[in-house]
């Protein structure tokens, strides 16, 4: 299986800050990668898939980069309604595999 | 608009099985994928396993080949989940999940999630 590592695995920002998580697969999996946003109690929902594509309805604050092994997400300008927690998933092979999570708290 | 309601929550003692049910709306149930996923408490995400509602093909990931059986209803748009043999590792969040397209493991929309509790 492929395995997804996140960093950080939490973070502290402030309303306005640009935040950036990182996500590394242990083998290249071209643009494969998926991003989505969980609240508390809430189900996923997704941000970006094929690393760099902003689903529909997603604010364009959120962004999505990379390729092979090293991917970013980057939210340019945080606002109150992003404090959440961040997972990255491959969806080059079977099984699909998620990142450990990053939660984004409030400074 | 698609919507995935998903049943209640249930508690159940080990060794039972639970099959937990999710209801498609909103567009063609037999054009996408459905998987489902699970999360512990304050765990991460582990994916089951992926059904073709067209034809109830079913494949699981190897950790849930035996334990896991997924089903599919066309006249109600609804696709099903059991776990035999539960054990208290296997409580948790668990959540159906639409295909993108098909099959792409790429999860556009979710269901709310039905807990799980495994007890004694």
């Known amino acids: 299986d492929i395995q997804m590592t996140q960093s950080p695995s939490s973070l502290s920002a402030s309303v306005g800050d640009r935040v950036t998580i990182t996500c590394r697969a242990s083998?290249?999996?071209?643009?494969?990668l998926n991003w989505y946003q969980q609240k508390p109690g809430k189900a996923p929902k997704i941000l970006i898939f094929?690393?760099?594509t902003l689903q529909s309805g997603v604010p364009s604050r959120f962004s999505g980069s990379g390729s092979g092994t090293d991917f970013t997400l980057t939210i340019s300008s945080l606002l109150p309604e992003d404090f959440a927690t961040y997972y990255c998933?491959?969806?080059?092979?079977?099984?699909?595999?998620f990142g450990q999570g990053t939660k984004v708290e409030i400074k | 608009q698609v919507q995935l309601v998903q049943s209640g929550a249930e508690v159940k003692r080990p060794g039972a099985s639970v099959k937990v049910s999710c209801k498609a709306s909103?567009?063609?149930?037999?054009?996408?994928?459905m998987h489902w996923v699970r999360q512990a408490p304050g765990q991460g995400l582990e994916w089951m396993g992926i059904?073709?509602?067209?034809?109830?093909?079913?494949r699981y990931a190897q950790k849930f080949q035996g334990s896991v059986t997924m089903t599919r209803d066309t006249s109600t748009s609804t696709v099903y989940m059991e776990v035999s043999s539960l054990r208290s590792e296997d409580t948790a969040v668990y959540f159906c999940?639409?295909?993108?397209?098909?099959?792409?493991?790429?999860?556009?929309?979710w269901g709310q999630g039905t807990l799980v509790t495994v007890s004694s």
């Open positions: 999940a639409r295909d993108l397209t098909g099959p792409t493991t790429t999860f556009d929309y």
């Open positions: 909103g567009y063609t149930f037999t054009d996408n994928y």
């Open positions: 998933q491959q969806s080059y092979s079977t099984p699909p595999t």
């Open positions: 059904i073709h509602p067209s034809t109830g093909s079913a």
């Open positions: 094929a690393a760099s």
């Open positions: 083998q290249s999996i071209s643009n494969f």
